[in-house]
């Protein structure tokens, strides 16, 4: 079963940022999210500003199966990457008019 989990990837170093640049911003965001999908794991957002670490939303089975699809397109190297999983995700465009009790307890 898959869970949300959010992502804090903090690269390991200058040249690691450079590259992830390098092979990521001439992409478009539809590219991006096509190659970070697969059977057990899925990036659903991104956020991004200057600092040298960013943060992703993930739909995946596990921890393993986020570092598994950024280890296949080369990313997993040139970062380290703290998954947590969530317990509760709410979003303004799927609203139930449940309470956050009745969600938690939902779930």
């Given at each position: 079963?898959?869970?949300?989990?959010?992502?804090?990837?903090?690269?390991?170093?200058?040249?690691?940022?450079?590259?992830?640049?390098?092979?990521?911003?001439n992409?478009?965001?539809r590219?991006?999210?096509?190659?970070?999908?697969?059977?057990?794991?899925?990036?659903?957002?991104?956020w991004?500003?200057?600092?040298?670490?960013?943060?992703?939303?993930?739909?995946?089975?596990?921890?393993?199966?986020?570092?598994?699809t950024?280890?296949?397109?080369?990313?997993?190297?040139?970062?380290?990457?703290?998954?947590?999983?969530?317990?509760?995700?709410?979003?303004?465009?799927?609203?139930?008019?449940?309470?956050?009790?009745?969600?938690?307890?939902?779930?």
């Amino acid at each position: 079963m898959k869970e949300h989990y959010m992502c804090t990837h903090t690269f390991l170093s200058e040249e690691g940022q450079k590259a992830f640049e390098d092979a990521s911003l001439n992409m478009t965001d539809r590219e991006i999210f096509t190659m970070m999908k697969n059977e057990k794991a899925e990036m659903l957002g991104h956020w991004r500003g200057d600092a040298d670490f960013f943060f992703c939303h993930w739909y995946a089975e596990d921890e393993d199966a986020i570092i598994d699809t950024l280890d296949k397109v080369g990313f997993n190297s040139l970062m380290n990457t703290l998954p947590n999983k969530m317990s509760l995700f709410v979003s303004s465009d799927k609203l139930t008019d449940m309470t956050m009790a009745e969600l938690v307890n939902s779930e």
